[in-house]
Every structure is written in C-alpha cells, then in structure tokens.
Nanobody, 124 residues
Framework: QVQLVQSGGGSVQAGGSLRLSCAVFGWIGSRYCMGWFRQAPGKEREGVASMDNLSRTTYADAVKGRFTISLDNAKNTLYLQLNSLKPEDTAMFYC??????????????????WGQGTQVTVSS
C-alpha cells in the first residue's frame, strides 16, 4: 500500500530556506513521476515542481531558480529545497507520486498518490 508521509514545513522570514521531505512507503516500480504542489488560502492548488525516473524536471515559473526537487533513491524520499522564500510562497505544500508512463507535467490529475500536506509560512 502506497503512503506518502511529509515533514519539514515551518515558518521562516523572507529570504530564508526550508527543505520539505516526503517519505514514500510501498514503492511500486522503477518508472515514476514525483511532484510538489501548493495551495494558498482562497487559491487553487498549483504545481510547483516535478521529476521522473529519468531525472527530467519541471518547475513553475514562479519558483524557477529558487526551488529544487530531488529524490534520494536509497531512502525512497522526495525533497523540495526552498530557497529565497517570499511571502507569496506561503501555502500548504503537498507531495504526490505516480508509477507508470508519465510526463514531467505539473497537472494534478496525473498523480495518483498524495501526501498529507505540510504548511510553509513566510513572513516579510
């Protein structure tokens, strides 16, 4: 049974950094895509970053150059490094996964499994 368990959220001042973790239990196969999404109050959930088993990555324009998605295969743990944080980054962040053929898209409906979410708050 696949489960994604998140950690690493918190509150920081603008310009600060955080690293979010997503431990994947019940790993299914070698072909996959993994992603990070966020949702701020009153806004729709949006894709932040994604990667696949070929290490192809996709980033939303708003986070390019500041956020980095990575996967530690030995630990089955997905990470999102958030640098140069801005108040507008404040949101609930979710990790997501899919196994099989997939693109490096940021479309929510391409991901079948989701973490529980972790809050990121950035103050000015």
């Amino acid at each position: 049974q696949v489960q994604l368990v998140q950690s690493g959220g918190g509150s920081v001042q603008a310009g600060g950094s955080l690293r979010l973790s997503c431990a994947v239990f019940g790993w299914i196969g070698s072909r996959y895509c993994m992603g990070w999404f966020r949702q701020a109050p009153g806004k729709e959930r949006e894709g932040v970053a994604s990667m696949d088993n070929l290490s192809r990555t996709t980033y939303a324009d708003a986070v390019k150059g500041r956020f980095t998605i990575s996967l530690d295969n030995a630990k089955n743990t997905l990470y999102l490094q958030l640098n140069s944080l801005k108040p507008e980054d404040t949101a609930m962040f979710y990790c997501a996964a899919h196994w099989g053929d997939c693109s490096g898209s940021l479309r929510m409906n391409e991901f079948a499994y989701w973490g529980q979410g972790t809050q990121v708050t950035v103050s000015s």
